[in-house]
């Protein structure tokens, strides 16, 4: 519904909309979202993150796939500012459209493309093209493939040549991974049940798994005696494996409640469980008493703490200055010369009126003094202010300060840092 309801906006003519989503979680329809979003990639882009381990990464790939975005994954200790900034920049950069291939190839030759087309790239991206080559030519015959491709509107091409003749003792490397391109294509076809097609898919999806050897979501490998090739018999040996937990408040009891509930249906019903849900509801109780909160003490025996000696609420702990200090810049890309940037800075308001040049606005200096500070002690973290401190330099090129060598020497006297002019931007 909400990918419907921003579809269903309308868009500033020539310009596609650019659409971030955030998930953490699996959804129970992702073909008919990725779908959805293939159906309007014409006017939207589409980036998608997904967060933590849970993310469905068939959602997160297919969506940014079809919406001809990028996809990201947060997870662990990662941060999501840099991660953001990078599909930021390529939301704003021109992207690679109108991509076709040519094959030249001798008499007798033809080539099979088995990756699905590509669409968009962005700076920075690399894409993957199989193809497989069929018929017979001449030993020391050649071929070549043609790759065109506009950028910005301007038509551009590349060539390739390369030879028919198979190096000796490359193995199944390429093979299988053409494979798995064209197995992980045809598992996005899968037409839904009920459909005159359903089945079509998987049933070409499990030939081509059982032809080259790699596995799919309709096939599994066996293991298979060496001895006599055949496969091993005998009961299944239970293993526990760990099972990702809901992050919101009891999901699993909420889970395994609704198991008891279709077991006390059953119940009712007189149908059998053959075990399974009754071990499920032996269970349920076990992780119930383990997870049982503490009871509380009994409030009339519990005093309160005399008010001399109550602890003090803690404190709470200080802002990133580098997340302050964004939050301080103006839309128009400029800061002011106030006490809450000298909080940033680590100075007094005196101090940085006393050390700006005679003359100078006020608002170039104290831009000058937010790009110092970044340059000067948040290089570390350049990805996640390069774009607005660029922002920052344009909007003192526009003002058509005088007095750029001076603010600089100014800033580095008061901030203690050696920037360089030209690393400004200037």
């Not at 519990?302 to 602890?311: E, F, G």
């Amino acid at each position: 519904q909400p990918l419907q309801h921003i579809y269903s906006q309308p868009c500033i003519p020539k310009q596609p909309r650019q659409l971030f989503v955030f998930t953490d979680g699996e959804v129970g329809n992702t073909k008919e979202v990725i779908d959805h979003v293939k159906k309007n990639a014409g006017s939207h882009r589409c980036f998608s993150f997904g967060i933590g381990e849970g993310a469905s990464s068939a959602l997160i790939n297919g969506i940014a796939k079809a919406g001809g975005g990028h996809a990201q994954f947060i997870t662990g200790t990662d941060r999501m500012q840099p991660k953001v900034m990078q599909s930021l920049k390529f939301a704003l950069q021109p992207s690679v459209e109108e991509i076709s291939v040519a094959w030249d190839l001798p008499k007798g030759v033809s080539a099979t493309i088995l990756s699905p087309p590509i669409t968009t790239m962005f700076q920075g991206q690399r894409s993957l093209i199989y193809a497989q080559l069929t018929g017979e030519s001449p030993a020391a015959s050649e071929g070549s493939v043609t790759v065109k491709y506009s950028l910005a509107g301007h038509p551009s091409q590349n060539q390739l040549n390369f030879g028919l003749k198979p190096a000796e003792d490359t193995g199944l490397t390429v093979h299988r991974l053409a494979a798995r391109t064209v197995i992980r294509s045809l598992e996005l076809e899968q037409a839904p049940y009920g459909d005159p097609r359903y089945g079509e898919a998987q049933k070409k999806v499990v030939e081509l798994s059982v032809q080259s050897g790699v596995s799919s979501s309709f096939t599994a490998f066996i293991a298979v005696n060496k001895d006599n090739g055949k496969p091993v018999q005998g009961p299944l040996v239970c293993r526990n494996v760990p099972t990702p937990v809901s992050k919101r408040p009891n999901g699993t009891a909420i889970r395994m409640a609704q198991v008891l509930a279709l077991h006390q249906d059953f119940s009712r019903q007189g149908k059998p469980d053959n075990g399974f849900l009754s071990q499920m509801k032996q269970r349920f109780f076990t992780w119930m008493k383990l997870h049982k909160p503490p009871q509380k003490p009994n409030a009339a025996v519990v005093k309160p703490p005399p008010k001399a000696k109550r602890a003090a609420a803690p404190r709470q702990p200080d802002r990133d200055p580098l997340l302050l200090l964004i939050s301080l810049q103006k839309a128009s890309g400029f800061w002011l010369l106030d006490s809450h940037l000298a909080d940033v800075l680590g100075k007094t308001s005196e101090e940085m009126e006393m050390s700006k040049p005679t003359g100078v606005n006020r608002k170039v200096y104290a831009t000058f003094l937010a790009l110092i500070w970044l340059h000067g002690f948040k290089m570390d973290a350049k990805e996640e202010w390069e774009l607005l401190a660029g922002k920052a330099a344009r909007w003192i090129q526009a003002e058509n300060a005088q007095c750029v060598t001076e603010c600089v020497d100014a800033g580095n006297t008061l901030l203690g840092c050696s920037v360089k002019v030209e690393a400004l931007g200037f």
